[in-house]
């Protein structure tokens, strides 16, 4: 696999609240987008992902990634909101804090995902991007039963509303996909920072353009997302298998 990621503050946020790290052996790569509406949301998504990164580092064979192990990404999405909740039992001034989480992790034949809130993956092949993930958000319920439009879902005031978040509950619900692993795919992992002041399309143009390298690709990604407004933090993890 080849992994590139990048993490922007973005123009009005005062600090940056997302999270990202990935551990090529273990075959594990996760992003965070602490909830900046409540305390301490980099804190939960530090919590998170160091949570993930860790156990799937430490429970997977030298020669077999996480996955292919035996790992269950609904077990690793468990244990990060433990970490997170656990941290608001010992000290009160931090109940409240939540986070996002988005997961991919890798087999040599297989790909599993799994995401918590409004942190979406998308998979590029032979030139075409698809969204794999739903918000877990009304805005989308709305979006998925024809009552609004993509761009009334974009303009929305209700469009950062979580029903799931890790933290906010003592078991998490996320969503949880397996996918056959085909070479030559991309995924993109990122926040609402990209996808909120970027369209799908816009986006899918700049992954697909073969001509960058998977680095300048997450670099104009958040660039573009910037040259928008930059409105909340960015973050990418573009993922070649």
Same mark, same amino acid.
């Given at each position: 696999?080849?992994?590139?990621?990048?993490?922007?503050?973005?123009?009005?946020?005062?600090?940056?609240?997302?999270?990202?790290?990935?551990?090529?052996?273990?075959?594990?790569?996760?992003?965070?987008?602490?909830?900046?509406?409540?305390?301490?949301?980099?804190?939960?998504?530090?919590?998170?992902?160091?949570?993930?990164?860790?156990?799937?580092?430490?429970?997977?064979?030298?020669?077999?990634?996480?996955?292919?192990?035996?790992?269950?990404?609904?077990?690793?999405?468990?244990?990060?909101?433990?970490?997170?909740?656990?941290?608001?039992?010992?000290?009160?001034?931090?109940?409240?804090?939540?986070?996002?989480?988005?997961?991919?992790?890798?087999?040599?034949?297989?790909?599993?995902?799994?995401?918590?809130?409004?942190?979406?993956?998308?998979?590029?092949?032979?030139?075409?991007?698809?969204?794999?993930?739903?918000?877990?958000?009304?805005?989308?319920?709305? &979006? @998925?039963?024809?009552? #609004?439009?993509?761009?009334? +879902?974009?303009?929305?005031?209700?469009?950062?509303?979580?029903? /799931? =978040? $890790?933290?906010?509950?003592?078991?998490?619900?996320?969503?949880?996909?397996?996918?056959?692993?085909?070479?030559?795919?991309?995924?993109?992992?990122?926040?609402?920072?990209?996808?909120?002041? &970027? @369209?799908?399309?816009? #986006?899918?143009?700049?992954? +697909?353009?073969?001509?960058?390298?998977?680095?300048?690709?997450? /670099? =104009? $990604?958040?660039?573009?997302?910037?040259?928008?407004?930059?409105?909340?933090?960015?973050?990418?993890?573009?993922?070649?298998?």
């Amino acid at each position: 696999m080849e992994i590139v990621g990048e993490s922007h503050r973005g123009h009005v946020r005062p600090r940056n609240e997302d999270r990202i790290d990935w551990d090529e052996n273990a075959g594990v790569v996760v992003l965070a987008d602490g909830m900046g509406g409540l305390p301490y949301g980099q804190e939960a998504a530090r919590l998170a992902v160091e949570a993930v990164t860790r156990i799937a580092r430490n429970h997977h064979s030298s020669d077999h990634t996480w996955l292919e192990s035996g790992g269950d990404p609904a077990d690793l999405v468990q244990l990060a909101n433990r970490a997170v909740l656990s941290y608001t039992e010992r000290d009160r001034r931090y109940e409240g804090m939540g986070t996002t989480l988005a997961l991919l992790c890798a087999a040599p034949d297989e790909l599993a995902i799994a995401h918590v809130g409004d942190s979406r993956i998308y998979r590029l092949r032979e030139g075409h991007l698809e969204r794999l993930t739903a918000d877990h958000t009304p805005v989308q319920h709305a &979006l @998925a039963a024809g009552e #609004i439009t993509e761009a009334e +879902a974009r303009r929305s005031p209700e469009r950062n509303v979580l029903e /799931r =978040a $890790l933290g906010a509950v003592t078991r998490a619900e996320p969503d949880v996909s397996r996918l056959p692993r085909q070479s030559g795919d991309l995924f993109l992992l990122c926040s609402d920072g990209l996808t909120e002041p &970027l @369209a799908d399309e816009a #986006i899918g143009a700049i992954v +697909a353009d073969t001509d960058r390298s998977l680095a300048q690709r997450a /670099r =104009a $990604l958040v660039d573009a997302a910037l040259d928008s407004g930059g409105p909340d933090n960015i973050s990418v993890i573009l993922v070649r298998t």
